[in-house]
């Protein structure tokens, strides 16, 4: 199993561009989430979807969109790249239970400058 | 709503020496703990877990026991090594199953 892939691994945007951060997961799971990683605030949740056909917003979601047309796939597009969305992205994915002990699975990020 | 506040980095250990990492948090209910690991250039790895007060996580030597009467879910590991260098991140799931993080611990251990 890959696990969760991100691609690209590094990408410089200017300000206005609009470009599509693509994650996918081979491990089946239903739960699928993007975070960004900003230096001393941790991870934030940006949107996520719970299985094919379903997302919803997370803390920090404007700016952002999401849509999720196959389990494997959650791609996230910025729509007009602002300097503020310089981060870095992370795509996770877990099975969900009846408990919440799911361990989400990272993929290796994704570093976005936006200039 | 959930939070999470972890001891504020960077720390600073020779290897061998006894690590402690505070993590307190807020949340409704019986959330469950974890704790992720960083490593430099790589995602995030979960390290360990706890699903129930009293319940201890450990994994490669680090342990971390869930106190609920103090809120807390600290972090140790009783002999750091070089390769423990890494940020550690403090978690909560909650009644929304999404993660909440702390803002992450940098930790350094020098030969």
């Known amino acids: 199993n890959a696990g969760v892939t991100q691609t690209p691994k590094f990408q410089v945007l200017k300000t206005g561009q609009s470009m599509t951060l693509q994650c996918a997961q081979d491990m089946n799971h239903e739960y699928m989430s993007w975070y960004r990683q900003d230096p001393g605030m941790g991870l934030r949740l940006i949107h996520y979807s719970v299985g094919a056909g379903i997302t919803d917003q997370g803390e920090v979601p404007n700016g952002y969109n999401v849509s999720r047309s196959t389990t494997e796939d959650f791609p996230l597009r910025l729509l007009s790249a602002a300097p503020s969305q310089t981060s870095v992205y992370f795509c996770?994915?877990?099975?969900?239970?009846?408990?919440?002990?799911?361990?989400?699975?990272f993929g290796p990020g994704t570093r976005l400058t936006v200039l | 709503g959930d939070s999470v506040t972890q001891m504020e980095g960077p720390v600073t250990l020779s290897e061998e020496a006894f690590l402690t990492i505070n993590c307190t948090y807020t949340?409704?209910?019986?959330?469950?703990l974890f704790w992720y690991v960083q490593y430099p250039g790589e995602g995030l790895q979960l390290l360990l877990k706890?699903?129930?007060?009293?319940d201890k996580g450990s994994n490669k030597g680090f342990e971390a026991t869930y106190r609920k009467e103090t809120t807390s879910f600290h972090l140790e590991k009783g002999s750091v090594q070089v390769s423990d260098s890494a940020v550690y991140f403090c978690?909560?799931?909650?009644?929304?199953?999404?993660?909440?993080f702390g803002s992450g611990t940098q930790l350094t251990v020098l030969p």
């Open positions: 949340a409704t209910g019986y959330p469950s």
């Open positions: 996770a994915s877990s099975k969900i239970s009846m408990s919440r002990t799911d361990t989400q699975y």
């Open positions: 706890a699903t129930k007060a009293d």
């Open positions: 978690a909560l799931s909650g009644s929304a199953r999404q993660l909440t």
